[in-house]
């Protein structure tokens, strides 16, 4: 295979890629438009509601009756919507309903909205039907259908300069018809995303009890939007154990019954997972747990835990607490708050060469201040490291265009006779010294190092609504006046210039096609990624033109002769 055949073979094979992935994303099952949400204030699961959690397995070593279908006996005088508690930090608004004492809407006060940029993101909110659940598994035990009862509607968590606490408790208490009482505690912290969940169950029966705590969170299946059509990525769950490691689970997966990961372990966590964020529920280490994921209604999921309370004398108090982390897909954050959590930034099957990538482009960030810059001087990096690799390539290239008339006329000499024009072909090469695979090799492997940096761009928090200079103000979304695209497609046009002729007429007429062609899909990637390819082909445009230049008189005379 010829330099120009491979590379039309990695141009067609990205571009199938990428239609796949928006194939994908345009035919996958939607919630129906006419679904109803759940009022703002209450922990509903839309119209059908949705049942607690699947009782825990015999694996669990806890054989416990069927979950119920009670609502509590509620404590206090709440509305029968249930009531909004809202909760301000410095990093999040968040909104807690006394129905369940849900986490309904959490507001991420350094993050804008994908779309309008004058707002905050809101990653839980009924605009997805997307909320944070928790409650206890048996016959008329507080759930997250219960009516709580709350000391407070607002809390606010003030600044530390002015003796601010590092963190405040929600509390919310309701009490079965049995006689137990529960106090779920929500714990806020300064500068933090986690929240810590607590269902605390003291136990005023008169029997012993003994019962399990589950923690979900429910959404539908819609990706978040402004997200971008040509670049899918992945919206789901996801569940991580020390047997497994990272396990995704989509939501068509969710609706079939699928559950390809360990349900039972002692360790992991399990999340909901979109692009450049994730909720993730992590049960502290060695606790006994089962991981479920189930379909709640038409576009409609939840992934979630379960732990055991108990057993509980009467008169006796046990607790379990599970941290849910809401916020961005920050690396660093995510790597210190558990095993494998920061594997929810995808960065497909190449992350062994993605994450040093990532990490060197963050410190090159450290130093310069801003990511468009430090994307040039990465692309700068990575092309002195393989420039040896192109070198062989650009001179093999080089040679094979000085040869490009002989070619020619071999091809004209012996006609429709394969076996002889190969073999002068073959002559030719050994002749001029030319390898006619040295132009191919050096791209191949450089290709997973390309691909990797790909998903790095695109899958890095860091890098959204990051500007640049002038007119691009957000790295992460496409170039808003398209001058990004349109030079790097002038650059493709030039590299093709610079590259051998094919000799035959249709494989030429379709490299000078394929820049075009290519380079519309430009106009729809984050400008980020355009950089990256626009520099990356200015550097090889350089470096091709230097050797074609060097090597220019090597063999003018004899591609003078052939063509004379």
């Known amino acids: ?6 590379i039309l073979v990695i141009i067609f094979a990205f571009s199938l890629f990428m239609l796949w992935e928006a194939w994908q994303r345009e035919h996958r099952p939607q919630p129906p438009v006419a679904q109803p949400t759940a009022p703002a204030g209450t922990a509903e699961e839309g119209a059908k509601g949705a049942a607690p959690p699947p009782t825990p397995a015999a694996s669990s ?29 410095d ?9 369940g004492g849900d986490i309904v809407r959490i507001e991420l006060l ?22 944070a659940q928790s409650g206890l598994i048996g016959d008329d035990l507080p759930n997250h259908k219960t009516l709580f009862r709350a000391a407070a509607k607002e809390y606010v968590l003030g600044p530390a300069s002015d003796g601010g ?3 405040i408790d929600v509390r919310l208490e309701a009490t079965s018809p049995s006689g137990v009482r529960v106090a779920k505690v929500l714990t806020f912290k300064r500068g933090s995303y986690v929240i810590d969940i607590t269902e605390e169950v003291t136990n005023e029966s008169g029997a012993p009890l003994e019962t399990h705590a589950y923690f979900q969170l429910t959404r539908d299946d819609k990706s978040p939007p402004g997200d971008n059509y040509m670049l899918h990525t ?59 994921t189930r379909r709640l209604g038409e576009g409609y999921f939840s992934a979630g835990v379960i732990l055991p309370i108990g057993p509980v004398p009467p008169g006796g108090t046990a607790k379990v607490t599970v941290p849910l982390y809401s916020g961005p897909q920050d690396v660093e954050k995510l790597e210190q708050l558990a095993p494998g959590l920061n594997l929810v930034v995808d960065y497909g099957w190449l992350t062994i060469l993605a994450a040093p990538i990532f990490w060197l482009l963050q410190w090159i960030h450290r130093l310069v201040g801003n990511w468009g810059i430090a994307i040039i001087l990465l692309t700068v990096l990575i092309k002195a490291i393989f420039y040896p690799l192109s070198a062989a390539s650009y001179k093999s290239m080089a040679k094979m265009k000085q040869v490009a008339p002989r070619l020619t006329k071999l091809r004209e000499q012996f006609g429709g006779d394969r076996a002889k024009l190969n ?24 290709i997973p190092v390309f691909i990797a ?20 103000q957000d790295l992460s979304a496409p170039d808003p006046f398209y001058v990004l695209p349109a030079l790097m497609m002038v650059s493709m046009v030039v590299q093709t210039k610079l590259n051998p002729t094919p000799p035959d007429p249709v494989q030429a007429k379709v490299m000078m096609i394929m820049p075009f062609a290519f380079g519309v899909m430009f106009f729809f990637f984050p400008a980020g990624l355009v950089l990256y390819w626009l520099v990356n082909n200015i550097l090889s445009i350089a470096q091709q033109w230097q050797i074609t230049r060097t090597l220019g008189g090597g063999n003018g005379k004899k591609t003078a002769e052939a063509k004379g």
């Open 61 to 89: 070593k806890v054989t416990m009756p069927a979950p119920g279908a009670a609502t509590g006996a509620p404590v206090g005088a709440a509305s029968e919507r249930g009531d909004l508690i809202r909760v301000q930090t």
């Open 91 to 99: 990093v999040m608004n968040a909104e807690v309903s006394t129905i």
């Open 1 to 6: 295979m010829d330099t120009q055949r491979l």
């Open 234 to 292: 992945f919206t789901g769950a996801a569940v991580y154990t020390e047997q497994d490691k990272y396990v995704k689970v989509s939501f068509s997966d969710i609706e079939k019954g699928k559950t390809p990961f360990t349900k039972n372990a002692d360790n992991g966590w399990i999340a909901m997972v979109q692009h450049y964020f994730v909720s993730a529920l992590i049960p502290p280490a060695k606790a006994l747990r089962e991981y479920y």
């Open 110 to 131: 350094k993050q804008k909205d994908t779309t309008d940029k004058s707002k905050n993101y809101v990653l839980l909110g009924p605009e997805y039907r997307y909320v």
């Open 423 to 446: 073999q002068a072909m073959m002559e030719l090469y050994k002749e001029e010294r030319i390898n006619p695979l040295g132009g191919c090799l050096p791209i191949v492997v450089q």
């Open 165 to 167: 606490k590092d963190s």
């Open 453 to 472: 940096l790909y998903w790095v761009l695109l899958g890095s928090v860091e890098l959204r609504h990051a500007p640049f200079y002038g007119w691009i």
